[in-house]
């Protein structure tokens, strides 16, 4: 992503974390931990990640 859609965000409560690659799907990535603070969000970068969209079907043919 390269935001989290707000739809994600709205459904966690008051101290809820998500973590999530933000950025483009090609290239890198920042690895983030955004923790619900009341209506806003804390964000803490972890690293850079290269993270590959997962594709339908290719499970099934490994």
Known sequence: ???LPRF???Q???GGI???PI???EGEQVLA???KVGSRFERE???LVRLQPILRG???II
Request: hydrophobic share 50%.
């Open 12 to 14: 966690l409560s008051s």
């Open 33 to 35: 931990k955004l923790t």
């Open 23 to 25: 950025g483009p799907e």
């Open 8 to 10: 994600l965000l709205d």
């Open 45 to 47: 970068d972890i690293g």
């Open 1 to 3: 992503f390269d935001s």
């Open 18 to 20: 998500v973590i999530a």
């Open 58 to 60: 290719v499970a099934a």
